[in-house]
């Protein structure tokens, strides 16, 4: 009954008043009025309503009394009550009739449940990212020129004609253990397959850049080996010269190395070294100059040392006009790395530029360690249109899963053929007289495993001391 105001009736009060009092020491049905004013609140609303406001009403009277008889202030005056209750009476909503309980409030969430929800929310944004950079990978990764060996008419090797077993890049550690230092790989033991040495453990991956001089297209400008030794936590880098004069793989008369990708791609090239110096090649990488000039001005340049002749030449050659190298340590651009990576012109020839070549490759793993991925991506990008390869896309994402690993390696340089093993000589190639490295592929082949596999194979290096030859690592190549 919300609005309803009730007076009391002056013939009811005044009956009250002239009732005969009891005695102090007799309590009333109400000795505290907030009992009469609790069964009120309770009938609020309801057909009791009246009653209970007028029990409510002879309490509040009856307290007074008391309190006349006894001397004592009532705690709570019999007008005081009433107002109390019409104002109740007020605020009360109207209800259904026949409904007697208060409508329950509604539950409150708990905690758990809001965390759960957050949680979920969380999870949610997580899937959908992981969903967008998949995305993202798997059109990157469809960009690469991804090839299947074709050549078939390779006279040995794993590569020519047929598509090679997939590499091995996850492999279980031993538990509790944390950081390349201490992980130890669990890898099958080192063997020799078709004459080749081999271990699990070592992905090897042949590095090509490819010629753009005007008029010699279509020849390997740089061939360098990047062993990725798994069992040692080592990169190796492993320089292959130009003119170096072997037996060309799939039935080519003997040339120079470089020719062999010119006659038949880079199977022809991977089966090549393979068959005249027993290193087992998994994959290559064929990338243009162009490409490694993008990486390096991504990676905002790399430090290199230059000699007063290099500056110089680096100058002339390479059509940088907003950066000017000087004798000493420079910041070179992709323009400036990629002339002091070509040039043969300076120092000892194609000996000295394969050095160079192994340093920059080194200055780019030294960048790659702090590059962001923000960086990384930029590099992909760029780089992504002019690089072929026969690595799978699974094997693309496990090796760029495992490259921070793999960059904080250390780093170490060879070069075939060694200093003693070789010697020059002029041949006749194509009907003309032509200066090349004659190659003793022999021993060049024990020096060059030896370096990629270590004590893998123990029996190389006990040759090379035995006869008193240098390793790899200790001659400077």
């Known amino acids: 009954m919300a609005g309803k105001r009730f007076k009391p009736n002056q013939n009811d009060r005044a009956r009250h008043r002239s009732a005969p009092r009891p005695e102090p020491t007799e309590l009333q049905k109400y000795t505290d009025l907030s009992d009469g004013f609790d069964d009120f609140e309770e009938a609020a609303g309801s057909a009791a309503e009246n009653d209970a406001f007028n029990d409510l009403l002879d ?35 109207e209800r259904p009739a026949g409904r007697t309980s208060p409508k329950p409030e509604k539950a409150k969430r708990s905690k758990k449940s809001i965390v759960f929800a957050i949680l979920s929310l969380l999870l949610s944004l997580v899937f959908i990212l992981v969903g967008i950079a998949a995305l993202y990978a798997g059109n990157l990764l469809n960009s690469f020129q991804f090839i299947t060996p074709v050549h078939p008419n390779s006279s040995g090797g794993n590569s020519g004609g047929q598509q090679t077993a997939p590499i091995v890049i996850d492999a279980p550690t031993q538990p509790g253990k944390s950081g390349p230092e201490d992980v130890q790989i669990s890898f099958n033991d080192p063997v020799q397959i078709d ?34 030794d798994r069992r040692h936590q080592k990169l190796k880098v492993t320089s292959f010269m130009r003119d170096m004069y072997v037996d060309l793989s799939g039935g080519w008369a003997p040339n120079r190395i470089n020719v062999a990708y010119f006659l038949g791609g880079p199977d022809c090239l ?57 004798e000493g340590l420079n910041l070179l651009t992709g323009k ?16 000295e530029r394969t050095s160079r070549q192994r340093n ?45 690993t793999y960059f904080n390696y250390e780093v170490q340089q060879a070069r075939i053929p060694s200093d003693e093993f070789y010697y020059n000589d002029a041949v006749i190639i194509s009907g003309y007289e032509s200066y090349v490295l004659i190659p003793d592929t022999e021993w060049n082949s024990i020096y060059a ?5 270590g004590d893998d194979f123990p029996e190389l290096g006990a040759t090379l001391d035995h006869y008193g030859y240098k390793h790899a690592v200790d001659s400077g190549n």
């Open 59 to 93: 309490a509040a009277l009856e307290n007074e009394e008391r309190a006349d008889l006894t001397g004592e202030i009532p705690a709570v005056s019999a007008r005081s009550a009433v107002k109390a209750a019409e104002a109740s009476v007020t605020r009360a909503p």
């Open 195 to 228: 004459g080749l040495y081999h271990d699990d453990a070592i992905i090897n991956i042949l590095l090509l850049g490819t010629d753009d001089y005007v008029g010699d297209q279509g020849r390997s400008d740089s061939m360098m080996l990047v062993s990725i």
């Open 270 to 326: 991977v089966n090549t070294i393979e068959d005249n110096f027993k290193i087992d090649i998994d994959r290559y990488v064929v990338v243009t100059y162009y490409a490694f000039e993008k990486i390096v001005d991504a990676l905002g340049g790399v430090e290199m040392e230059l000699s007063a002749a290099e500056a110089a030449y680096i100058n002339q050659e390479s059509g940088e006009t907003n950066a000017y190298a000087v």
């Open 336 to 351: 400036q790395a990629r002339m002091y990576a070509r040039t043969r012109k300076i120092g000892n020839g194609d000996f």
């Open 360 to 404: 920059i490759f080194s200055s780019i793993v030294k960048k790659m360690k702090g590059a962001s991925i923000f960086t990384l991506t930029q590099i992909a990008n760029e780089v992504v249109p002019e690089v072929s390869t026969n690595l799978s896309q699974e094997e693309m994402v496990g090796l760029l899963m495992n490259g921070t």
């Open 449 to 453: 495993n030896d370096f990629i596999y």
